[in-house]
């Protein structure tokens, strides 16, 4: 087997990694051409051949910060460099401590391997790093930072100095987990080609947002994620973010937008799915982009909505505290709606039928009144072509009390209970009859009787003249 060039140079990099406990191993899973491994040190490096042929790395646990260990292997390092042609699809360190200088320096060896993701989780970055700038590129994609202490490589303009402009060729970078407030401005202009950025679980505020987005920043972002941040005005982030005219989707959700008034803020055309689940919202009469195709308000204390969105294909509304599903506005393409977790007692198809694309609806989780009507159309749903999601596990009966907890595909009411209009109706009609008949014997009765006695008297009258 062809030893790849991409190996050698992991290989060389392991030997350099001191080890904190004595045993480790690297292990190899062939299917999914992966490595993982514990710390190496030199008793136990010939473990990382079993990984001769792996195409993704990870190195969980240890502390690379010794500088001593770096300058090692620099030539067996320089010379794989120069064959190394094959692409390692990912390098990822967990749990571990790394000086900047050792993060600057592997990013250096990884001048000549294409890597799409380099990944750091659970790490701590020590040291500072002050060297000059590097000529050449490394060829990374895609970068990592989730829960490290702090992110060298973006933090402050000296650090990122240090690495020339290797950023402007990033295509995708997540920051989360890590406290981050705001990127330099000067170093968000770097970002020429970043299409895909993710900042969720970090402490962003508008102004963080605003230094962080200022003119001239991320001039083809296309992905935004700000998920679970410190964003509180709706107004001011869609001020900030209105100028990418390329940007398709953001996620605003876990924010707390609960306090926010209404305001009118055009977002860009370009924006077509948005995600505002979890942000406390009780109106929805702030501006929502008007090409938006998969709109997730899900989560809020939302109890109506009167929205416009003519090319809307999927609207979440889950756990809310809607009562009805109609009207909503004007919806005329959608074709998957989510009402689960709401306060809704009772559906029928006409309001279904009103969404003429739908094609996909979720309404458990509501505290159904099982009346026979209602029962007979949700069963009626189900057998259409809409998919009705979690039917019919997930519809249960609120009331009447002598079902409730009962599946409403379960009940069966007797003709008796579901006709009760029908039986009064023709009791009382029965009851009528009756009575008009009973009248109407009486009436007989009582003329006969006249007419009888009348007889008797003029027979009385008669038999007095002769
Ligand atoms: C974040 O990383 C630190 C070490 O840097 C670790 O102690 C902590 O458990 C991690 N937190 C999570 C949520 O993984
Ligand atoms: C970034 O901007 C700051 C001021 O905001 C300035 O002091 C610094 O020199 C700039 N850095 C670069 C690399 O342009
Ligand atoms: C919106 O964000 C929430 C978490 O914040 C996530 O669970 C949900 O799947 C997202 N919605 C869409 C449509 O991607
Ligand atoms: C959201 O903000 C409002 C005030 O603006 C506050 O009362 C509320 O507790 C906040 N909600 C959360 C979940 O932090
Ligand atoms: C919904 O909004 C439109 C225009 O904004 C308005 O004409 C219509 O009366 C509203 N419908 C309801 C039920 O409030
Ligand atoms: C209700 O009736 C259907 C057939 O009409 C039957 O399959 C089902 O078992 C019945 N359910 C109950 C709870 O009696």
């Not at 998969?294 to 109506?304: A, F, G, Q, R």
């Not at 929205?307 to 609207?315: A, D, F, H, N, P």
Request: hydrophobic share 40%; charged share 15%; with cysteine.
């Amino acid at each position: 087997m062809e030893i790849s060039h991409s190996f050698i140079v992991i290989f060389l990099f392991a030997q350099k990694i001191p080890a904190l406990e004595a045993q480790s191993v690297c292990t190899y899973d062939p299917s999914v051409r992966h490595c993982s491994c514990l710390p190496l040190n030199f008793n136990n490096i010939l473990s990382i051949i079993s990984c001769i042929s792996a195409s993704s790395f990870e190195f969980i646990g240890g502390n690379y910060v010794n500088a001593e260990y770096f300058n090692t292997f620099n030539v067996e390092l320089l010379q794989a460099q120069n064959e190394v042609q094959s692409q390692l699809t990912k390098i990822s360190f967990v749990n571990l401590v790394l000086s900047e200088d050792f993060l600057f320096d592997f990013i250096k060896w990884l001048q000549k391997i294409p890597v799409t993701l380099l990944s750091f989780e659970n790490t701590t970055f020590v040291g500072q790093y002050n060297r000059t700038p590097e000529k050449q590129q490394p060829h990374i994609s895609s970068l990592q930072f989730i829960n490290v202490s702090s992110h060298p490589l973006i933090q402050t303009d000296t650090v990122f100095y240090g690495l020339g402009n290797w950023m402007s060729t990033l295509g995708k970078l997540t920051v989360s987990k890590s406290n981050l407030k705001a990127f330099p401005c000067n170093i968000s202009l770097n970002f020429e080609f970043m299409s895909d950025l993710d900042l969720s679980e970090n402490l962003i505020q508008e102004e963080g947002l605003s230094s962080s987005f200022c003119s001239g920043a991320f001039p083809i972002l296309k992905i935004l994620k700000l998920q679970h941040n410190n964003l509180a005005n709706f107004g001011s982030v869609c001020q900030t973010l209105r100028k990418y005219n390329l940007l398709a989707h953001l996620d605003l959700s876990q924010n707390n937008f609960s306090s926010m008034s209404n305001f009118i803020c055009d977002w860009q055309p370009s924006l077509i799915r948005l995600n505002l689940s979890y942000t406390g919202l009780k109106h929805v009469d702030i501006g929502l982009p008007k090409n938006c195709e998969v709109l997730d308000l899900s989560h809020n204390k939302i109890e109506m909505l009167n929205i416009s969105l003519t090319r809307l294909r999927e609207l979440y509304l889950s756990y809310n505290a809607f009562t009805t599903i109609s009207p909503m506005g004007n919806l005329p393409f959608l074709q998957v709606l989510a009402v689960d977790g709401n306060l809704i007692e009772t559906i029928n198809r006409g309001q279904l039928q009103h969404f003429e694309h739908l094609r996909s609806f979720k309404g458990d989780n509501n505290p159904y009144t099982c009346s026979c009507s209602f029962v007979t159309e949700m069963r009626e749903i189900a057998e259409t072509d809409w998919i009705v999601q979690k039917w019919p596990e997930g519809y249960i009966c609120n009331s009447p009390s002598s079902i409730k907890d009962m599946l409403v595909d379960d009940v069966n009411r007797s003709f008796f209970e579901c006709h009760t209009h029908l039986l009064i109706v023709l009791i009382c009609i029965i009851v009528l009859l009756l009575s008009i008949a009973i009248i109407i014997c009486f009436v007989k009765i009582h003329r006969s009787n006249k007419t009888r006695s009348s007889r008797t008297d003029s027979r009385i009258s008669n038999s007095v003249q002769f």
